[in-house]
Each structure stands twice: as structure tokens, then as C-alpha cells.
């Protein structure tokens, strides 16, 4: 068989590609090869973020779910951090806070101590822990750190009555009130002002500038101060009062008490009484320079008004103003200028209402003017206190005169007490105690009827005498009367017609 032919191919040689063309096709197989990178990329990127979003759901309805039935972050329960408590460990939390609770005061001296459970401290916690439960809104959890209200309300209270013993009993407190009953010495009055005012015994420290007096004063704590703050803080759960830092020391004059003290007294010396006459004229008149003296303090602060040292002003008083038995100065019809005393005519004070009505002006811190009250008044105010309408009687002239409104109405002679038979007048002003008509005068040896009786000295008065055929001169020597002024008829019934009850007869 023979050999197959062998046919050689003669081909051109492929002509060799350029150094562009190389770069191009290059450039293309990076850039297909850098898409498939961030394709790879991309995929990768949201597979994290899917994985991401299921997390955060997962851990949102977690915290929904856990916050259904726990406090929210951020809560804040009067100061007791309840985040993330269930309600019955929150409720034990804010228990068991109220339970050992300590109140501490910080003194200059040291710190005291205001234990909860002598105070009878409770609160609402169960009410209010579920209140705050109630209101969160579990689906915001993680916004409520932000938006929480801190100022969750928590009702706390206490015995108030033995907060403030306890107050009281504090060694701070204790030592101001003990110091400020000792400053009651310090309170004087100054007669230049006419007021009470605090001192301080600054005569060692005279020549120190004010700043250094000032330090060199008793420093006292400012009790209501004090006190608000302790209420305050203890309502809040507080824990912690620095008296020097809260500005609770003061000097005593700064004190409440004190400045009430002070306010007090000068309300009191502010008061003035000025009594008048009928004239209009200054009788006598009260004010700082005396109530100053009448005024006494506690203690406690208590401030009393001496009411035997008004008793002894007024005792005074009624010496200017009472005129009855007192010695009188008169120009009688004969033109005489006498001096009469005795009798029961002219003023009496009431003393007793007098006494009152000073002590409640004081009270008041008022200024008025006035005249006392009396018991008995006469017609004139005054020494010369018998006015223009009076019944004039001397006994040694056996004469009367009666004046109405200064007019002289009728004088008459008349026949008074046999003095040789004990039976004589008796001297002095009189007021006229009655009037009345066919009276009938008994005595011890007679029974005599009378058309008119003017009583004006227990049984002695001013009647007609018609069983008489004269009068006047020296009759009554030998032949008086029991004491009475025996009188014409006629000129008793003149004298009557005029005169009223409480006139003054005058006897000399």
C-alpha cells in the first residue's frame, strides 16, 4: 500500500498585535474583575446589615417586652434609682430606704442625727412605684433615659409633732434658745429714739473694725430657717444639712424671734394717751417714757404689761382729776374769796375702767386723746368744778342764795342745825340728792310733813319751814334745826322749780 502523501500547509505567519490593543484588552479584564469584586462587596455589605437589623429588632422587642413589666431606664423615684427594677424589687428598695433613713445636720460644733423611725417616716411607695409603672411607655424604652421625669411623685410623710420635738431637742437649737434668753438683758430702750433695740456688750472690741465686731458677735442658728430646710429636705429624702454652708447662723438681733420681740415692744411704747380738760388742755399724757417701765419679758418671749404700775399711774391720774372732798377756791355772794372743802360733790375717776382702757391702748399700740371715765361727774371740769348753777348757804350769815346758769334766781334768810344741840349743817360741797314733793321728814322725836325736800347730805336738806314766823340772825343758835336749811315756802318752791338732782350745794 503505498504512503499516503504528505501535504504541507505553507501559512503566512499571524501578524504579531500591538502594544494598545494589549493595554485595552488588559484593562477590560481589570475591569470586569473589579465588578465582580464589588458585587461580592455589595452582597456582603447587606448580608451585615440584614443580620445587623435583625439584631436591633430582636434586642428592641427584647427591651419591649422586658420594660412590659420593669422600670425604664433613667427612673427616678424621689431620688431612689429604680431602672430596670421589677415593681415588687423597686417597691422593697424604696422601703427599706425609708426604713433606715438618717437625717444629719451639720452643726459648727458637730453632727446630729434625725433617725426616719422616730419621726413615724412612711411614704406611698406601693402607690406611687405603680403609678410610675402605669405611665411608661415600654415601646420608647430606649428614649427614656432622655425623657424620664424625675420628679416622680412620692408622697412622703411624718409625725410633725415629733419632728419638731425632735427639732427642738437638737444641741444647735438648744443652744440658741438657751443663748437668746440670755439676750433679753441686751434688749433696752433708747431714750433718744423712744424704742426698743438689741445691744451687743461691743466695749472690748471698740476700737476693732465692724467686720471683726460683727464676727466677735454670738452666732445663733436661725431657727425657722433651719427648720423649713429640715422639712424640706426630709420630704425630699435629703440626707444632708450643712448649717454654715445654707447661711442658717445669724447675730441674735437677726434672729425672728427677736426682730418679733423687738416689733412687738415698739408697737407697744408707740402708744399715746393724752388727757384733756374742758379746755382742751393737757392734763396728763402717757407714752414710751413711761410704758417703757411697765413692760416685762419672759423667757419665752412673752411680754406683760405691769398692771400695778398702771394701777399706780392712774392712782395719780385720779389725784388731777377727782375733785370730791378736795379744797376749793370760791368767791361767795358777799364777795368773799374762800376756801371750801368737804362733801361729797364733784368728780370721781372710774379708776378700774380707766386702768383697762389704758392697758388695751397699749395693746393696740394707739394714739388717742381723752378724758377718763368717771363714776361721778360734777357740772365743770376742773378744780373750780361747780359751774353757774349751785345753792349758796353760809351759816354764819344765816343766808342762801341759789344761782341758775349764773343768774341769781332768789337768797333768802334761813335757820340751819342747832350746833349747841350737836344738830349743826355740816360744811363742804354737796351734790343735791333728790327732789320730791309734801314729803314727810321723820326723826327720832318728830314726824313733820314738808311741801318740798332737796336732800343733799345724808338727812339733811333744803325744806320749807311754815311752823317758823321768822328766820335768819342768830335763831339758829337756840332755836335750829335737826341739820336741815329751813326755808320760807315761797322760797323753797322757787329753789325746787330750778334745781336738778346732782346740783351742788355748797356749805360754809
Not at 431606664?73 to 421589677?86: A, L, Q, R, V
Not at 386723746?369 to 368744778?385: H, I, L, N
Not at 322725836?445 to 338727812?459: A, E
Request: overall charge negative.
Amino acid at each position: 500500500m503505498a504512503e499516503p502523501e504528505t501535504i504541507i500547509e505553507n501559512k503566512e505567519p499571524a501578524e504579531e498585535k500591538s502594544l494598545s490593543e494589549k493595554a485595552i484588552e488588559i484593562k477590560n479584564i481589570q475591569d470586569r474583575m473589579e465588578k465582580r469584586r464589588e458585587k461580592r462587596h455589595r452582597n456582603k455589605i447587606i448580608s451585615v446589615a440584614v443580620l445587623c437589623s435583625i439584631a436591633v429588632l430582636g434586642l428592641y422587642f427584647g427591651g419591649v417586652k422586658f420594660y412590659d413589666n420593669h422600670f425604664c431606664p433613667g427612673t427616678i423615684i424621689k431620688g431612689i434609682h429604680c431602672s430596670n427594677m421589677t415593681l415588687d424589687a423597686a417597691e422593697e428598695k424604696i422601703a427599706q430606704r425609708i426604713s433606715d433613713y438618717k437625717y444629719y445636720v451639720k452643726t459648727k460644733s458637730g453632727t446630729e442625727e434625725i433617725i426616719g423611725k422616730d419621726i413615724e417616716l412612711s411614704c406611698n411607695s406601693s402607690e406611687a412605684a405603680a403609678d410610675v409603672m402605669r405611665r411608661q411607655n415600654p415601646w420608647i424604652w430606649f428614649l427614656s433615659a432622655a425623657i424620664q421625669d424625675n420628679n416622680i411623685s412620692l408622697e412622703v410623710s411624718y409625725n410633725e409633732e415629733l419632728l419638731y420635738n425632735k427639732f427642738k431637742a437638737l444641741s444647735c437649737v438648744q443652744e440658741t434658745e438657751a443663748e437668746i434668753r440670755s439676750s433679753i438683758d441686751n434688749v433696752v430702750f433708747n431714750e433718744e429714739t423712744h424704742t426698743f433695740i438689741y445691744t451687743y456688750d461691743d466695749v472690748a472690741y471698740a476700737s476693732a473694725p465692724q467686720e471683726a465686731l460683727n464676727k466677735a458677735k454670738p452666732q445663733i442658728v436661725d431657727r425657722d430657717k433651719t427648720y423649713t430646710y429640715i422639712k424640706n429636705d426630709i420630704n425630699s429624702l435629703k440626707k444632708n444639712l450643712n448649717l454654715e454652708y445654707k447661711g442658717c447662723y445669724i447675730n441674735i438681733e437677726a434672729d425672728v424671734g427677736m426682730s418679733d420681740l423687738l416689733n412687738r415692744m415698739n408697737k407697744l411704747v408707740s402708744a399715746k394717751i393724752f388727757y384733756k380738760n374742758d379746755a382742751g388742755e393737757d392734763v396728763a399724757y402717757i407714752d414710751a417714757g413711761s410704758i417703757n417701765q411697765w413692760l416685762t419679758v419672759d423667757e419665752e418671749f412673752n411680754i406683760a404689761i405691769s398692771k400695778e404700775m398702771i394701777t399706780e399711774y392712774v392712782d395719780a391720774l385720779a389725784v388731777k382729776y377727782n375733785t370730791v372732798g378736795k379744797e376749793r377756791n370760791f368767791k361767795n355772794s358777799l364777795g368773799q374769796d374762800i376756801t371750801i372743802s368737804g362733801g361729797d360733790y364733784g368728780w370721781i375717776m372710774n379708776e378700774e375702767t380707766e386702768e383697762q382702757i389704758i392697758e388695751d391702748t397699749i395693746n393696740k399700740g394707739e394714739t388717742i386723746e381723752r378724758k377718763p371715765e368717771f363714776k361721778q361727774t360734777a357740772q365743770v371740769m376742773g378744780t373750780s368744778d361747780v359751774g353757774g348753777t349751785y345753792a349758796e348757804i353760809s351759816i354764819n350769815e344765816q343766808k342762801i342764795w341759789f344761782y341758775k346758769d349764773g343768774n341769781l334766781v332768789v337768797t333768802s334768810s334761813i335757820v340751819t342745825g342747832n350746833p349747841y344741840l350737836g344738830n349743826q349743817t355740816n360744811i363742804g360741797v354737796y351734790k343735791l340728792k333728790s327732789r320730791e314733793k309734801n314729803a314727810v321728814l321723820v326723826g327720832a322725836d318728830y314726824r313733820t310733813p314738808v311741801s318740798y325736800w332737796m336732800p343733799f347730805n345724808r338727812g339733811q336738806g333744803m325744806h320749807d319751814a311754815t311752823w317758823r314766823g321768822r328766820f335768819g340772825g342768830q335763831i339758829y343758835k337756840g332755836n335750829g334745826s335737826h341739820g336741815c336749811v329751813n326755808l320760807p315756802l315761797s322760797v323753797a318752791a322757787e329753789i325746787y322749780k330750778n334745781i336738778t338732782v346732782g346740783d351742788p350745794v355748797i356749805v360754809y
